[in-house]
């Protein structure tokens, strides 16, 4: 299995709280991702990172932000936390290869976050 | 843009039937095509993949096959088993300098013996 952990693992927070998830990996792959999973919605991509220091948006990034000072972390912050956010969050990790863009990603197992 | 479209679930079988889950996606260019699956309150695993046109994936008596032609990449099983029990996601990756997995909303599969 890949070394991914995701902490903490379940969480519940109130409404306009801030709260960060924290993904580290010994894996020293240079992608890393977050997803969250929703009923009805399968997996979407939040926000990635490509290397130290840069990440991009995915495709519901709004209301999140992301840092990766180091190889290894990668950090999700909800920056005030509203029930829609409530969610089931992935990590994940992927590496280039050498004349192949096609490779394939491992997860995490997950944080489950609550906003009441 | 790049989507996946599989069916709906869920979808519930007796032992030692056959299974098929439809894939179907939208690229440009030349994607490789991933099958996961999700067993209950786990992360995702990845369950086998092909990277080009006419590519069979194969792992654990499931296989796929990428069909450029027909853009689909069905998972089938000739034979499931109580513990193949999962939600089941199939997932594209593009290609061309991009590492990005869009996936299909899931298909949740339960085995009854």
């Known amino acids: 299995d890949a070394g991914i952990t995701q902490s903490p693992r379940h969480k519940v927070t109130e409404t306009g709280t801030p709260v960060t998830l924290r993904c580290h990996q010994t894996?020293?792959?240079?992608?890393m991702y977050w997803y969250r999973q929703d009923p009805g919605h399968g997996l979407r991509l939040i926000h990635y990172s490509y290397g130290v220091k840069d990440t991009d948006k995915g495709e519901v990034s709004d209301g999140y932000s992301v840092s990766r000072s180091k190889t290894e972390d990668f950090l999700l912050t909800l920056e005030s936390a509203t029930s829609s956010q409530t969610s089931v969050y992935f990590c994940a990790i992927s590496e280039s290869v050498r004349d192949t863009y096609n490779t394939e990603a491992f997860f995490g197992q997950g944080t489950r976050l609550t906003v009441v | 843009g790049n989507s996946v479209t599989q069916m709906e679930g869920p979808v519930t079988l007796s032992e030692e039937a056959f299974l098929t889950i439809n894939c179907t996606y939208t690229a440009t260019g030349y994607p490789s095509l991933f099958w996961y699956v999700q067993y209950p309150g786990e992360g995702l695993q990845l369950l086998l993949k092909a990277t080009k046109a006419d590519d069979k994936g194969s792992n654990k008596g499931f296989e796929a096959t990428y069909r450029k032609e027909t853009t689909s990449f069905h998972l089938e099983k000739g034979s499931v088993q109580v513990s193949d029990s999962a939600v089941y996601f199939c997932a594209l990756s593009p290609g061309a300098g991009s590492y990005q997995l869009t996936f299909g909303k899931g298909t949740k599969l339960s085995v009854i013996p």
């Open positions: 894996e020293n792959h240079r992608y």
